[in-house]
């Protein structure tokens, strides 16, 4: 719990995210973040479409506070459909609505996800809404109703730490949704807090939408509910078609591959560009091991080197904490 509000933390910080930027890959995201460029990313999901495998791409960025950057982020993205259409990969968009200035206003980000839309629904390319913490869950929502009106190529996330998760479940079962436990640091009086009892959440919330929902996601790392899916669907006569698996690029390679080669309908969620440092936080506040996977890659020399910068910029954060 300590070590993930440490990284937790880390996420947040804005003058770590501007030196992330400026000084790239060379900390040790490139395991787990597929290029900082449209071509580089491509070519990543040409390698995964091989093995029979689709992809969600997430054209990183989050917390935007300039309208100029949102704006820029929707050109990017909007570039990024362009690119599935005219490369013909199997891929779609998943996108945070922060990053398109949910935190700036409401009605700038409803006009920017508007042209992102529309644009993938003349190449009838889906754009899942990736969720956030808590104070964006609504305001995400309202901007899928208002969406909803005119368009129907588009899906979000139900997070299982969430109490409200299975009223919102109920109320989105004919989206196609990804089901996951979620990442963020939610306070008690609206989330789950114990690993069990959010396990025990996600699997209910998995089983209701594979019997009553649309097309169900599951996105998850963890065996024991991708076993328990593999079971469930089997004894249910739930067919492949109506569910898939997702998992984040750069983890458990193999068990992907494994998925797909034994039929199981795969999409591995591609993260990419060069505002990776808020994601690559998180997914070492939610398995302090993937510090290995990168450590690894990046100072097979001296692992404590990227532990030492970890340390290091947690007291620098600390210092410039807004
Ligand atoms: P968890 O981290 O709970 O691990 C459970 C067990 O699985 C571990 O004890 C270990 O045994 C095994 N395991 C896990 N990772 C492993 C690894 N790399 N190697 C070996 N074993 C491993 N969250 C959110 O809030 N909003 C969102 O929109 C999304 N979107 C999203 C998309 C996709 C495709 C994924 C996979 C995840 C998300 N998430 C997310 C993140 C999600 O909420 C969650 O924080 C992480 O997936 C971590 O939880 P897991 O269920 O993967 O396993």
């Given at each position: 719990?300590?070590?993930?509000?440490?990284?937790?933390?880390?996420?947040?910080?804005q003058f770590l995210n501007t030196m992330a930027q400026k000084y790239g890959f060379k900390l040790g995201a490139k395991s787990v973040v597929a290029g900082t460029n449209v071509?580089?990313?491509?070519?990543?999901?040409?390698?995964?479409?091989?093995?029979?495998?689709?992809?969600?791409?997430?054209?990183?960025?989050?917390?935007?506070?300039?309208?100029?950057?949102?704006?820029?982020?929707?050109?990017?993205?909007?570039?990024?459909?362009?690119?599935?259409?005219?490369?013909?990969?199997?891929?779609?968009?998943?996108?945070?609505?922060?990053?398109?200035?949910?935190?700036?206003?409401?009605?700038?980000?409803?006009?920017n996800l508007e042209e992102?839309?529309?644009?993938?629904?003349?190449?009838?390319?889906?754009?899942?809404?990736?969720?956030?913490?808590?104070?964006h869950l609504q305001p995400s929502l309202d901007l899928i109703d208002e969406l909803s009106k005119k368009y129907e190529n588009i899906g979000t996330v139900i997070q299982a730490y969430f109490f409200r998760a299975e009223q919102d479940i109920q109320r989105y079962r004919g989206y196609r949704l990804r089901l996951v436990k979620g990442a963020y640091k939610e306070p008690e009086e609206v989330a789950y807090q114990d690993k069990k009892e959010i396990d025990r959440n996600l699997l209910r919330l998995i089983e209701y939408h594979l019997v009553n929902g649309k097309f169900t996601s599951i996105a998850t790392h963890?065996?024991?509910?991708?076993?328990?899916?593999?079971?469930?669907?089997?004894?249910?006569?739930?067919?492949?078609?109506?569910?898939?698996?997702?998992?984040?690029?750069?983890?458990?390679?193999?068990?992907?591959?494994?998925?797909?080669?034994?039929?199981?309908?795969?999409c591995t969620y591609v993260p990419f560009g060069t505002d990776w440092y808020g994601y690559f936080m998180r997914r070492l506040a939610e398995r302090p091991q993937n510090l290995n996977l990168i450590a690894k890659q990046v100072f097979n020399r001296k692992t404590n080197t990227i532990i030492g910068f970890g340390v290091g910029t947690f007291f620098l954060g600390r210092l410039t904490k807004k």
């Open positions: 719990m300590i070590l993930k509000n440490f990284f937790i933390g880390l996420s947040q910080n071509e580089e990313m491509i070519e990543s999901v040409k390698e995964l479409n091989m093995h029979g495998i689709s992809c969600t791409i997430d054209n990183l960025g989050e917390f935007v506070y300039e309208r100029e950057e949102a704006t820029k982020a929707k050109e990017q993205i909007i570039n990024v459909i362009e690119a599935i259409n005219g490369s013909g990969v199997d891929a779609h968009i998943s996108l945070k609505p922060t990053q398109l200035g949910l935190d700036i206003d409401y009605d700038f980000c409803l006009r992102i839309v529309g644009r993938a629904h003349s190449y009838n390319i889906f754009i899942n809404f990736d969720m956030e913490d808590y104070g963890d065996h024991n509910i991708i076993n328990h899916v593999k079971k469930f669907t089997i004894e249910n006569n739930i067919p492949k078609e109506k569910f898939e698996f997702q998992m984040l690029y750069g983890f458990r390679k193999e068990m992907q591959l494994d998925l797909a080669k034994e039929g199981y309908n795969f």
